[in-house]
């Protein structure tokens, strides 16, 4: 017997692709490692859309609670306590006229602004507090302060120096969404190991390349939990700052349901406001980890 029909017998797929089975043979820890890509590629896929069908199930299992209530509690007055399809019925009219979809770019856009306004004032104040030791302690009493003033206090006075335009809901929201962004921007770069910091100095780093280098990366997790907090006092702040003499927004089309005893009209605004903060968070985690995939944030 020849020795050679001692040795395996190819496959088939090693008879239909010679070539693959001599790079296979010749690159065993490369094909295990792609082999392993793709099973962790497939167990990724397969994970979300099973949270994809969990979170459909939970707002369809909390729809039909809802519209349950009236039935399982008859005492509740359902003009008090719409069900979702009396809510959907009030909301179509607004849909096929265009009204409610200017009411949600009005408040998206003061959002995004305010928002924004505060995220780059919010992460360069809490880079200077923490690196300049004398600007810390002259500011620390006033922004520590002013960061126990609620939002809503500030309303009254928003007014009275900014008119009613869009001007002072802007500056309500940046208000409300500086102060989360800041302190943990603050204890971030604060806290940053000591290690890191000597490891880039022997290594003959600037201040400058040790901070965007070493220092921002380390604060990075603080940061970017103080940026999803603001995600959500941006819209809390949103809905003070458009009753402050408001023609449009989702909080306006609720003052104006409230005004004329239309709870369904109510119920629209609580509803596009808990699904705004829905999207917005998933919307950050999405972008957080294209940016920074190294980053595991709690989902």
Do not use: C
């Amino acid at each position: 017997m020849n020795s050679l029909t001692l040795g395996r017998a190819p496959d088939a797929a090693e008879a239909a692709d010679p070539q693959a089975s001599a790079a296979d043979a010749g690159h065993p820890a490369a094909t295990i490692a792609e082999r392993f890509q793709q099973a962790h590629r497939r167990q990724t896929r397969a994970k979300r859309r099973q949270r994809l069908l969990l979170n459909l199930a939970g707002i369809a299992l909390f729809l039909l609670a809802w519209e349950a209530v009236p039935y399982l509690f008859p005492w509740m007055n359902p003009a008090l306590f719409p069900p979702p399809s009396r809510v959907l019925q009030a909301a179509l009219p607004l849909i096929a006229s265009g009204e409610l979809a200017s009411h949600i770019i009005a408040s998206l856009s003061r959002a995004a602004a305010g928002f924004s306004i505060a995220l780059v004032l919010g992460i360069s104040a809490g880079i200077l507090t923490a690196r300049v030791e004398a600007l810390h302690h002259l500011s620390e009493p006033v922004l520590h302060g002013f960061r126990s003033v609620p939002s809503l206090a500030v309303v009254p006075l928003a007014v009275l120096w900014f008119g009613i335009g869009e001007l002072p809901k802007i500056a309500l929201i940046a208000w409300g969404a500086f102060f989360p962004i800041w302190i943990t921007t603050f204890i971030g770069v604060r806290d940053t190991n000591i290690v890191y910091l000597r490891s880039a100095a022997a290594l003959g780093a600037g201040r400058v390349r040790t901070l965007f280098q070493v220092i921002l990366p380390a604060a990075l997790p603080f940061i970017l939990a103080g940026v999803r907090q603001a995600i959500a006092v941006s819209l809390i702040v949103l809905v003070a700052a458009e009753l402050s003499g408001s023609t449009r927004g989702i909080a306006y089309m609720m003052s104006l349901g409230h005004q004329l005893f239309q709870v369904e009209i109510m119920f629209i605004g609580l509803v596009l406001l808990g699904a705004f903060g829905f999207v917005a968070d998933r919307l950050f985690v999405w972008v957080v980890k294209r940016l920074f995939p190294w980053y595991q944030s709690a989902s």
